[in-house]
């Protein structure tokens, strides 16, 4: 059985791209998501528009994660035209290269350390920790993590807590997050004032709300899930956090489409570079990857996950307050 730096070291062979697949799912999926647009902009029928709106908010979480990948290098690796596409598809979906690959590369470095900063990922607190704050940090806390602050990501997580704040903490440095909103709120002015707020509402709002809410409750849940384990900094190490501070999500084949394979998110954790498309490999691969904390989408997973708020350092786990 391998274990530590062995088991790493042992997945670097998967880290190896097929350009043309690559580039097979990402001009695949970016037809999908133009038609699914294009459909719930000028098909009049509403049930139509609406159920079109639902996929192309689905098909933009598939984007998301390829873009993810990009950033991580795992697909199109130093293309040019792939920096082109994603860097305008970071803009247009409120997570701009730079706040998005600064933030994501910290939480891989830093994933399950109980006291470092929330930079890229939910803030964790111990119980301890939480006794002593004033009420109004409390309710802050709280709300962070509340249902409805992830059920509204696309305004909450995005909008806000991506866009807005990155530029206004650092200008300079996140510059494009103003460009975002700015082109966002544009396209929204120019969508209802030449096509009607009814095209707007299911080509921009229903898709952008539901690729909000369901990412926000996805990178949540990766991380915040009943038996995830956190860790003093000094007890730290790379490939305990990714086998026991990072969930696998039980997914049939569609959803497992829909979301890119990220629900084998303790095998990207352990190694980034690992394209999205051989993740199922990897764990097949590995004996001891197969055997992960996991969580689903289904409405008792997804309730215990949302009842977590705190760490309690004398059970070793996360419970509510």
């Known amino acids: 059985m391998l274990t530590g730096k062995e088991l790493i070291l042992a997945t670097r062979q998967y880290a190896v791209e097929d350009?043309?697949?690559?580039?097979?799912?990402?001009?695949?999926t970016l037809i999908l998501a133009s038609a699914a647009y294009v459909g719930a902009a000028l098909i009049t029928n509403i049930p139509i528009r609406l159920v079109l709106g639902v996929l192309a908010g689905l098909i933009t979480v598939r984007m998301f994660v390829l873009y993810h990948d990009f950033e991580h290098h795992a697909i199109l690796n130093k293309s040019v035209i792939g920096k082109i596409i994603f860097?305008?598809?970071?803009?247009?979906?409120?997570?701009?290269?730079?706040?998005?690959?600064?933030?994501?590369?910290?939480?891989?470095?830093h994933n399950s350390k109980l006291f470092s900063s929330s930079i890229g990922s939910y803030l964790i607190i111990t119980r301890e920790k939480f006794e002593t704050l004033s009420p109004a940090e409390k309710r802050s806390y709280l709300?962070?993590?509340?249902?409805?602050?992830?059920?509204?990501?696309?305004?909450?997580?995005f909008f806000y807590g991506i866009s807005m704040r990155s530029f206004l903490n650092n200008p300079k440095k996140h510059y494009d997050s103003l460009i975002a909103m700015i082109i966002h709120i544009a396209l929204i002015v120019t969508v209802i004032y030449f096509l009607g707020w009814q095209t707007w509402l299911?080509?921009?709002?229903v898709p952008f709300f539901?690729?909000?809410?369901?990412?926000?409750?996805?990178?949540?849940?990766?991380?915040?899930?009943?038996?995830?384990?956190?860790?003093n900094n000094e007890e730290w190490a790379y490939e305990k956090a990714a086998l026991e501070s990072s969930s696998f999500m039980d997914m049939g084949p569609i959803m497992n489409?829909?979301?890119?394979?990220?629900?084998?998110?303790?095998?990207?954790?352990?190694?980034?570079?690992?394209?999205?498309?051989?993740l199922p490999e990897v764990m097949a691969a590995f004996p001891e990857l197969q055997h992960p904390?996991?969580?689903?989408?289904?409405?008792?997973?997804?309730?215990?996950c949302l009842k977590l708020k705190v760490w309690d350092s004398a059970q070793g786990k996360m419970v509510g307050v």
Do not use: E
């Open 19 to 28: 350009k043309a697949k690559s580039w097979f799912y990402v001009l695949s």
């Open 87 to 109: 860097s305008a598809f970071g803009i247009l979906s409120l997570a701009p290269v730079s706040i998005w690959k600064r933030s994501h590369d910290y939480h891989h470095k």
């Open 143 to 157: 709300l962070s993590r509340h249902p409805i602050t992830i059920f509204f990501g696309y305004f909450t997580m």
């Open 202 to 205: 299911f080509s921009m709002f």
């Open 210 to 231: 539901i690729s909000g809410f369901f990412g926000d409750y996805l990178f949540y849940a990766q991380h915040n899930f009943p038996d995830v384990t956190f860790h």
């Open 257 to 278: 489409w829909f979301t890119a394979n990220i629900g084998y998110h303790h095998i990207h954790h352990m190694n980034s570079r690992i394209p999205f498309y051989r």
């Open 293 to 304: 904390k996991r969580t689903s989408l289904a409405p008792k997973d997804i309730i215990a």
